[in-house]
């Protein structure tokens, strides 16, 4: 055993402490350099595969709000006296809007110059620039940081209902409507539903 020890101190020897200790910081340096490098490669998921087109997201939230915003109408509808059975189409001018938060830095400088004769030169400049402020989403994916949704604005409404002849009904189907949506009278069509 101590032949093993006397063998390895002697091959220390040959090697030097200060190529060692040179191996051994490279070795380490190499270790700092290469982990940042499989880091990336693990935990950030690549963006082709988790790319999801804004619009489709929208287009499918959009169906969504008017869907939503036809039966809600149509069970309040139902219920005023002398309407009966209600159907109803809503359109909407757009979709839904984010609105995320911005980074706006200004600067300004102001410069006044004169020389020797009497002139005088000012020089002013000013920079604005803009970036959207960017937050982790629960997958470790970079999203804007969303301040507020506005939901899409309604474009017209169709109500067809069983008392749609009466004007009474129409009136009060038409201000309901009106009141509901925050558009004019004449966006929104009142009709009689066709009996069996």
Do not use: C, W
Not at 1 to 10: F, G, P, R
Not at 156 to 162: P, R
Not at 188 to 196: G, P
């Amino acid at each position: 055993m101590s032949k093993l020890i006397d063998e390895k101190k002697l091959s220390l020897k040959k090697i030097g402490v200060e190529k060692l200790i040179f191996l051994l910081i490279i070795g380490v340096f190499l270790l700092i350099v290469s982990k940042p490098m499989f880091d990336d490669d693990i935990t950030q998921p690549s963006q082709e595969n988790d790319y999801i087109p804004p619009t489709t997201t929208v287009k499918a939230y959009e169906k969504t709000y008017e869907e939503e915003m036809e039966e809600k109408l149509k069970a309040v509808l139902s219920k005023i006296d002398g309407v009966g059975k209600v159907d109803v189409i809503i359109t909407v001018k757009s979709s839904k809007e984010l609105v995320v938060n911005k980074d706006n830095p200004q600067t300004f400088s102001q410069i006044e110059e004169k020389d020797g004769q009497g002139g005088e030169r000012i020089s002013i400049e000013r920079s604005n620039q803009e970036a959207t402020i960017l937050t982790n989403s629960r997958d470790g994916v970079n999203v804007p940081f969303v301040v507020k949704e506005l939901e899409p604005e309604v474009n017209g409404v169709v109500i067809v209902a069983e008392g749609g002849d009466s004007p009474r009904v129409k009136t009060d189907l038409i201000n309901a409507a009106e009141v509901l949506f925050n558009i004019p009278s004449h966006r929104i069509k009142v009709m009689k539903m066709v009996s069996n």
